[in-house]
Structure formats: structure tokens, C-alpha cells
């Protein structure tokens, strides 16, 4: 059974930092092409890009606004990702995750293109 499960989320100050995982299992990370992580502001609105992974060609995409401060990473061994988040700020709150295309082509960094998703994991910003 394929399971994609994030951690690592929670309170921080602004200006603070939190790294996420996602671990996979029932598949091997590295199969897929395209990884990323997305984010979901409040329930039921819509979830935008943060970063992706695409591993043919190498590329790493961002979302504009959050270069600089957010970087994906990954661990073959571990079968995980993971993405570092840097100078937290009170707008990134959100609902955090990880997600899969199952394209074997290079996909844009859109949720519409990813298949498979982990729970998420919330991530706060305040004093």
C-alpha cells in the first residue's frame, strides 16, 4: 500500500525555522520523477505549489514568493523527503504536503498534476 506520511510540522515564532519529512512507504521515492511539497492555507481552499523535484531533467522548482527561504531535499536511503523552511512568516501558515506524480515526464510544480498525497502536517507562525 502505497502511504506518503509527513511530520515534522508545528508552533514556531516568526523569523523561525521547522524542517518537514515525508516518508514514503509501498513505493520507492526515487521511482517517481516528479516530488514536491504543497501547501493548503484553510480547509477547503485551494492548495498551492512550494517546491518540486524533478529528477529528469534535475530541476527544483519554486514558488516565487518562497525562494530563498524554503529548500526540498531528499534521502534515497531513507526513502524520505524533506523540505527546510527558513524565516518563517506570518503569512506561511498552512497545512503542509508532500506529494507524488505518477508522470514519468517532467510535470509542472501544479497539485492538479500530483497523484498521491500524505495527511499534512500544520505548521503555525505567531509571536
Known amino acids: 500500500q502505497v502511504q506518503l506520511v509527513e511530520s515534522g510540522g508545528g508552533l514556531v515564532q516568526p523569523g523561525g525555522s521547522l524542517r518537514l519529512t515525508c516518508a514514503a512507504s509501498g513505493l520507492a521515492l526515487d521511482s517517481y520523477n516528479n516530488v514536491g511539497w504543497f501547501r493548503q492555507a484553510a480547509p477547503g481552499g485551494g492548495r498551492e505549489a512550494v517546491a518540486?523535484?524533478?529528477?529528469?531533467?534535475?530541476?527544483?522548482n519554486y514558488a516565487d514568493s518562497l525562494s530563498g527561504r524554503f529548500t526540498p531535499s531528499e534521502d534515497n536511503a531513507e526513502n524520505s523527503m524533506y523540505l527546510q523552511m527558513n524565516n518563517l512568516r506570518p503569512h506561511d501558515p498552512a497545512t503542509y504536503y508532500c506529494g507524488l506524480s505518477s508522470s514519468y515526464e517532467p510535470v509542472a510544480c501544479g497539485p492538479m498534476l500530483f497523484d498521491y498525497w500524505g495527511q499534512g502536517t500544520q505548521v503555525t507562525v505567531q509571536d
Open positions: 518540486c523535484i524533478s529528477r529528469r531533467p534535475a530541476t527544483i
